[in-house]
């Protein structure tokens, strides 16, 4: 073996779970340490159909994110936004719900176009991270179709209605992911829990129940992660008994589950060999049963984002080197 | 007979027949003199699909020349528009022969939803006119779809390609309206020409041989208009023996039909009753065998497409009092 094939053994890949906002800036921190070596796979459950456009909410999220181009204030859509098209929409009477700006917009044109001509949504979100100067690699979880859905007090309604349209006031008594049973991990997603350079997966804080949960639906992409054997983490997206951003908490008590990062470790069920927790639930971890990594988890600034990510890859350079020692001893 | 229903029986309405920008200047003049009282039956042969997007060129420049939002210096597209979605377009390395601004794009998208949900573009652009604020009836040709093909020397290509991409360069060896022979005309055409109240059909000054003759070769189309029992008169788009815009007189080289109004006369083969001529080509159509008016035809300002609309309305109660005299004389 050549020293570039020794290299090329070595375990320097990163594959991260991640939906959108507060998962993203992890995947913000990570892709600033690793580059190349990280690869993103994304929710594709809030993906929908608006104004006949093919709309990937979480995937543009990490992509305007990881290119730097996130609007920050709105926590959505492009920094360097005009809303012309939206004026326009309005005066025409359509329905305005969804805020498209005009620079956004050139991103789901392109795409619904290449996706009726035949392109996978990976092939063409891999052209689209390259030309915004994306280094790291973006995965949509599945190419194909699974829609989350949020059974409610309200009714049934596809997750962008609930969390855009309704501002997720419906309480939810359920979430679906329709037509998970029919989707399968891409090739790109199994070469990459499938690579003897992985070094571990780690889930960013997103939403669990709507973030994760749907990346691990996909069947067998669960199994993907088990089999891979590298440390799984998780960075627990609970700080002090609430979540950061979103509906987290909101969901979490109207499922009936305590806002608790314990929570977010019994929701995975067996998946995972770490937790990274806020130092405010500390106490709360005590007596878990897998390894935990207490730090700042909040992530407000650029430092606080480059900080998270290093701790999470000394936390699972920490778990591997336990399992290899715990290995050679079972020899 | 009630005093309304006299009224009702009164011949107020015009029917245009339009292109693009220069017979739209015409149909401005018109419509506001007319206001509900004019129909513009506007060619579709340049619709066309683009990034998934329905395109219809002349409707739009019709839409937005009778609201007064169109880009006089551009001569296509709105007045107030901004260019960021092509933009990013660009940075995608999506194809951008074809700009569509900001605003502009509202009404493509929305076109495109609407008509793949089943809606006729009929009815699409009847809304969109009122939401607009026009009057006056904006009708496309037919539903069906008709494709002005250019052949040239440089090959076969869809008329936007050739008059947008490939700036008119090729030389045109024929004219071709694919799907012509499958279309046919509006229930909304139809009830237009045929409408009691019918004064007359004016053709505007568009290109005949790209704007005008895909609208005549609706099948049935034209057979409307000779049975109307109306004056039909067209504007003349040459003046001084050159098209005042576009490639009229370039294409009429390349076909061998000379640049005259005369030709034109020909072109539309005994449908005329009358022709508007410049005064600056009275002496070339003195012997012709239909009625002409010969005043200036360059729409420069306001007062020059108001003046000519009044002026063509003139004519064409000329023309129906000449006929109806000579009705009257034939009993």
Known sequence: ?????????????????????????????????LGSDL???????????HL??????????????????????????RADESWNFMEVLRDL?????????????????????????????TSFMAEVANSFGIAAQILP???????????????????????????????VEKIVFDGASGTKPTAQVTAALNDPRLRAVVICPSNPFLS???????????????????????????????????????????????????????????????LVVDVADGDEVANLSIETHIVPTLMKTEADRDGLARSVLDFVDRLSMATGSREVGCR
Request: glycine share 12%; with cysteine.
């Open 93 to 121: 009477g359509s329905e305005t719900w969804f805020q498209l700006g005009d620079r956004d917009l050139a991103l789901h044109v392109q795409r619904t176009h290449q996706l009726k001509s035949g392109r996978s949504l």
């Open 141 to 171: 979880m599945t190419d194909d179709t699974m829609r989350t859905t949020v059974v409610t007090t309200d009714g049934v309604m596809p997750f962008q209605r609930y969390f855009v349209e309704r501002r997720c006031a419906p309480v």
């Open 212 to 274: 994760i949960d749907p990346i691990l639906s996909v069947p067998g992409l669960r199994r993907l992660i088990e089999v891979a054997g590298v440390p799984v983490v998780a960075v627990s997206p609970i700080i002090g008994g609430k979540a950061v951003k979103g509906p987290t908490d909101k969901i979490m008590a109207e499922l009936g589950v305590p806002t608790t990062s314990r929570a977010i470790v019994e929701r995975y069920g067996g998946l995972l060999d770490g």
């Open 1 to 33: 073996m050549t020293a570039t094939e020794k290299a090329d053994r070595k375990k320097t890949r990163i594959v991260a779970l991640c939906g959108g906002v507060g998962g993203a800036k992890l995947a913000l921190g990570l892709s600033r340490l």
């Open 52 to 77: 006949g456009l093919q709309i990937s909410p979480d995937l543009d999220t990490v992509l305007y994110t990881l290119s730097g181009l996130a609007n920050r204030e709105l926590g959505w859509g």
């Open 39 to 49: 690869t993103v796979i994304v929710n594709t459950g809030d993906d929908f159909e």
